[in-house]
């Protein structure tokens, strides 16, 4: 099975080059190039832990298909027998919805790149998430005791915070706060696309890792 993926050098000043040193029993890089991303391919998806300094990140087959073809719509096909007999057609409905697809996933890193240069980088945005989610933490526990007990949540608990409810609320009714939900067509598209990722990387993480640290 091909895994594919795109790479991008981090910083070339420190390169030779633009192909890192691989094996290539395993992995072809290199295929097609749009906009400084390089598309690959392995058939041991660990193998990519051997490309430092690059950016890399998977995808599927058919945006693998529609990068090849992205800024085209037509394709030059020729007679292998003989190279200066060709045609020129126009896009299938299939490549048409792989090119979609492809294109998508560079609006998808380059917004990425514009998030890192506004909001410092990847790093700093995790750590801002996670800061996030451990005061919501702290809120739902502290909490959430007393009302799985079924008991009156203390003053002091209330007052501590109250302000954060308030600014929250009122945010919301002043249309001062955006979230993602918010901005998608169909919350719940939205909703059951992610909750379809979040079982398919548990099913992953049982079958390839506890299934076998716990045998």
């Known amino acids: 099975m091909d895994y594919y993926f795109l790479y991008k050098p981090i910083n070339l000043s420190n ?25 690959g391919k392995t058939i041991d998806p660990t193998s990519i832990n051997v490309i430092v300094d690059y950016f890399v990140g998977f995808i599927t087959e058919t945006e693998a298909i529609g990068f090849k073809l992205l800024g085209l719509t037509q394709i030059e096909e020729r007679d292998e027998s003989d190279p200066m007999n060709f045609t020129i057609r126009d896009l299938t409905s299939d490549e048409l919805t792989a090119q979609k697809a492809a294109e998508r996933i560079m609006v998808k890193y380059k917004l990425r790149n514009h998030l890192a240069v506004k909001f410092s980088d990847i790093p700093d945005m995790l ?8 005061l919501l933490e702290r809120i739902f526990m502290e909490i959430g005791i007393y009302l799985i007990q079924g008991e009156a949540v203390p003053s002091t608990v209330q007052s501590k915070y109250l302000p954060l409810f308030q600014s929250y609320a009122d945010k919301l009714s002043n249309d001062d706060i955006t979230i993602r939900a918010d901005i998608e067509p169909n919350i719940l598209t939205f909703y059951e696309d992610l909750l379809s990722k979040t079982n398919e990387m548990n099913n992953m993480v049982n079958s390839l890792y506890l299934s076998v640290v716990n045998s």
Not at 22 to 31: C, E, V
Not at 127 to 134: F, G, I, Q, S, W
């Open 15 to 39: 390169l030779g080059g633009v192909f890192p040193k691989t094996d290539d029993n395993i992995m072809t890089l290199g295929i097609c190039e749009k906009d400084g991303y390089y598309l």
């Open 127 to 134: 750590a801002d998430a996670n800061k996030k989610y451990e």
